[in-house]
């Protein structure tokens, strides 16, 4: 099956440091989504992106939608505490009908140090 | 709006046992999602439903079986539960169209089997 390689696993920054984490694919995505999750919640989504090469900002979060299609990266610039937690990516191919799966990156775990 | 919620919020039982997770969304979407999390594993999909009346296997079904209730409503039962069964279970919903997809997600069911 599809496999998205998320990198780093783990970080452990300073406050006010940038970060910067990306997924990679060896298959063509048409979407990809970067959620967050908070410790004993659900994940929330951060950004969408629909279009290779875009680019798309939330506050301190930007993303970008690779030219190949195949990968994706997360920048958080000026990190505060409150960024700590697991971050995912995951690229959606359409799989046809009216339902879209998604495939899930392991993750990065932020954590930022006051 | 409440979203996307789950209950219950954290359950234990023992080898054998049955139970249902129950997931509801007020979002009006036609795609709901079962996903399990695991340390290191990320998300994976464990059942979808892409619209009200259908249910498809994702990528970890053994174990569990699914109802789409309604439109609202998608459930998750386990007949016969085993500790690899421990987990913390989302539900997830999205419009599903247009290849614009977004899954909101519940807060989680955390299981424990012992």
């Known amino acids: 099956g599809q496999q998205l390689n998320q990198s780093p696993q783990s970080m452990f920054i300073q406050e006010g440091e940038d970060v910067s984490m990306n997924c990679t694919s060896s298959s063509i995505f048409n979407t990809w989504l970067w959620y967050k999750q908070d410790p004993g919640e659900g994940p929330v989504l951060l950004i969408a992106l629909y279009k290779a090469g875009e680019l798309t900002s939330n506050g301190r979060l930007t993303a970008q939608f690779g030219i190949t299609r195949k990968d994706s990266f997360l920048n958080i610039s000026a990190s505060i505490p409150s960024d700590v937690g697991i971050y995912f990516c995951?690229?959606?191919?359409?799989?046809?009908?009216?339902?879209?799966?998604?495939?899930f990156g392991k993750g990065t775990l932020l954590t930022v140090n006051p | 709006n409440a979203g996307v919620t789950q209950t219950p919020k954290f359950q234990v039982l023992k080898t054998g046992q049955s139970m249902t997770l129950q997931c509801a969304q007020d979002?009006?979407?036609?795609?709901m999602y079962w996903y399990r999390q695991d340390p290191g594993m990320g998300l994976r999909l464990i059942y979808y439903?892409?619209?009200?009346?259908?249910?498809d296997k994702g990528e970890v079904p053994n174990g569990y079986n699914v109802s789409r209730l309604n439109k609202r409503e998608f459930s998750l039962r386990l007949e016969s539960a085993a500790p690899s069964q421990t987990s913390v279970y989302f539900c997830?919903?999205?419009?599903?169209?247009?290849?614009?997809?977004?899954?909101?997600f519940g807060p989680g069911t955390r299981l424990l089997v012992l």
């Open positions: 439903s892409a619209s009200e009346g259908t249910t």
């Open positions: 979002m009006n979407h036609n795609s």
């Open positions: 997830a919903s999205s419009e599903g169209w247009g290849g614009r997809e977004t899954q909101y």
């Open positions: 995951a690229g959606q191919r359409n799989s046809g009908g009216s339902n879209y799966k998604l495939t």
